[in-house]
């Protein structure tokens, strides 16, 4: 099994990939500590501030000490060289807002997935011809299950993911796996900023249980 594949079954096994950025390393490893107990093994970190290399580089480190079956992606990926530089710290898979022709060269030759935000038919088409087979719908909440729906059958070989717009209630999640999506990617609604600035890990982990709990049931 090729990498990209081995990562493409570990976030559709679960059916939901939880994304975050926290500026404080010690708060961004407790929040992974608290996903894996929860039964997660594939996670996006955004890299959406100045500390994130850094994190990301000491989730690896604790990864590779605690949680050696957990699998760290990168997200909001719009270069060649962020792309270098989390390829280097070690990250697993790669997610970007929009498609970077440039990071899927860079990317998908090394069997390393990435999976870019795309929102037209266009975009989809122009990912497919690079190589791309794992597609981040992006931003969900404009698109909706609707778009998802409409795209679904024109694009066979390929996964789709919507992030943005994706409640953690049985409604929301069953309406997007009803369209045709592979997985759903979840932020805010499910590690909240509130959550984060308490340090409520435990209720991160409950939340995240109670969706992969909804994910299973609908499968």
Do not use: H
């Amino acid at each position: 099994m090729t990498k990209i594949q081995l990562v493409t079954n570990a976030i559709i096994n679960q059916g939901v990939l939880p994304l975050y950025y926290n500026a404080d390393e010690t708060v961004t490893s407790d929040i992974l500590r608290a996903l894996y107990k929860a039964g997660i093994r594939a996670v996006e970190y955004t890299s959406r501030g100045e500390a994130a290399l850094g994190n990301f580089t000491k989730m690896v480190e604790i990864r590779n000490a605690e949680m050696p079956d957990m699998l760290l992606g990168i997200g909001t990926v719009k270069n060649v060289k962020q792309a270098e530089e989390y390829y280097r710290a070690g990250a697993d898979f790669f997610i970007s807002p929009g498609f970077a022709a440039e990071v899927a060269a860079f990317l998908i030759p090394k069997d390393l997935l990435y999976s870019p935000g795309c929102m037209t038919p266009t975009e989809i088409i122009e990912a497919e011809n690079a190589g791309v087979t794992f597609i981040k719908l992006f931003p969900g909440n404009v698109l909706g299950t609707g778009f998802m729906s409409a795209v679904k059958d024109v694009f066979p070989n390929l996964k789709f993911m919507p992030t943005g717009g994706v409640d953690t209630t049985e409604e929301s999640i069953e309406s997007w796996f009803s369209a045709g999506v592979s997985a759903v990617g979840m932020g805010s609604k499910l590690v909240s900023k509130d959550l984060m600035a308490t340090k409520d890990y435990a209720a991160i982990e409950n939340e995240t249980k109670k969706v992969l709990d909804i994910i299973q049931a609908l499968k």
